[in-house]
Every structure is written in C-alpha cells, then in structure tokens.
C-alpha cells in the first residue's frame, strides 16, 4: 500500500511534489496502488518510485522523469507520456492502453506482459529493452522512428507491415 504521506504530498500538487523531492533527495515514494487517475503531473520527478499497480489512468505525464520506476502493474492507459523517461524501469504488465508514449525513453526497461495496445510509440527508445516481444506490438498506433532492436524489428515488419506504410 502507498504511502499516505507521498501520496497526500502529490495530490498538493506538481511544484510541491518536486520541491520535496529536491529537498528530500534520498526518499523513495512509496505510491504503490495510489488512485491518481485524471492527475496533471507534466514533468514530475517519480525517480525510482514504487508506483506498483498504481491507478495514472488518464493523466498528464509529459517530460515525467521515471528513471528506476516500478511501474508493475500500472494503470496509464490514455495517459500523455510524451518525452517521458523510463530508463531503468520496471513496466512489466503495465497498461499502456491507447498512451502517447511520442518520443518517450524506454532504455533498459522491463517491459514484460506490458500491453502497448492502441499506443502511440513514435520516436520512442525501446534500446536494450527485456522481455518485449512482438505480439506486444501488433495493435499499436503507431512506431514511426522508433528505436527498438534490430530482430525485434525484423519480425515486426514481417507480422504487421502495415505499421511501417505511410
């Protein structure tokens, strides 16, 4: 369960969630299974925060700094991910469900069981990215530019070349 503390600091809002978390630079919010659906949190700092089985559904989360996130389980289906980075995070079964992830930082991530149904992926980096496999991929979007291995690339133009037409 979060923390009820993190969680009453990130409903006060985007400056006061990041003056803390400048201040307090040695804190790991605890936001595991937090209701925050609908939350405007463009450019938030969420580095290496629990946000396991978190409800973000709907949410404004451009520029979001996820760096070494666990994002189990989490809800951020018609979310704006835009710009976003979650270098090092852990995404696995994460519902990605129709989110703007344009231009978002997947490096390194976990991304196991994560459903990227109807999501925009374009200039996304998916480089060094585990357990992503192609039938995960099918029904985005969108993937124009997007940086993904090139054997993972390979077979998602052979299964759904219709994702690379203009």
Same mark, same amino acid.
């Given at each position: 369960?979060?923390?009820?503390?993190?969680?009453?600091?990130?409903?006060?809002?985007?400056?006061?969630?990041?003056?803390?978390?400048?201040?307090?630079?040695?804190?790991?919010? &605890?936001?595991?299974?937090?209701? @925050?659906?609908?939350?405007?949190?463009?450019?938030? /700092?969420?580095?290496?925060?629990? $946000?396991?089985?978190?409800?973000?559904? &709907?949410?404004?989360?451009?520029?979001?700094?996820?760096? #070494?996130?666990? $994002?189990? #389980?989490?809800?951020?289906? /018609?979310? &704006?991910?835009?710009?976003?980075?979650?270098?090092?995070?852990? +995404?696995?079964?994460?519902?990605?469900?129709?989110?703007?992830?344009?231009?978002?930082?997947?490096?390194?991530?976990?991304?196991?069981?994560?459903?990227?149904?109807?999501?925009?992926?374009?200039?996304?980096?998916?480089?060094?990215?585990?357990? $992503?496999?192609?039938?995960?991929? $099918?029904?985005?979007?969108?993937?124009?530019?997007?940086? @993904?291995?090139?054997?993972?690339? &390979?077979? @998602?133009?052979?299964?759904?070349?219709? +994702?690379?037409?203009?």
């Amino acid at each position: 369960m979060a923390n009820s503390e993190h969680v009453k600091k990130i409903k006060e809002g985007l400056e006061s969630w990041n003056s803390w978390r400048e201040s307090d630079t040695k804190a790991d919010p &605890d936001l595991g299974w937090a209701s @925050l659906n609908g939350s405007e949190l463009e450019t938030v /700092n969420l580095e290496n925060a629990n $946000l396991k089985l978190a409800f973000l559904k &709907d949410s404004r989360l451009k520029n979001a700094n996820f760096q #070494g996130a666990s $994002l189990y #389980g989490t809800n951020l289906q /018609n979310s &704006d991910l835009e710009s976003a980075n979650m270098e090092n995070a852990n +995404l696995e079964g994460a519902h990605l469900i129709n989110a703007n992830l344009t231009n978002a930082n997947l490096k390194n991530t976990n991304l196991k069981l994560a459903n990227f149904d109807k999501a925009n992926l374009d200039g996304a980096n998916f480089s060094n990215a585990r357990k $992503l496999r192609v039938h995960q991929l $099918l029904r985005v979007k969108s993937i124009k530019n997007t940086k @993904l291995d090139p054997s993972l690339l &390979d077979e @998602l133009k052979t299964s759904a070349p219709h +994702l690379f037409e203009d």
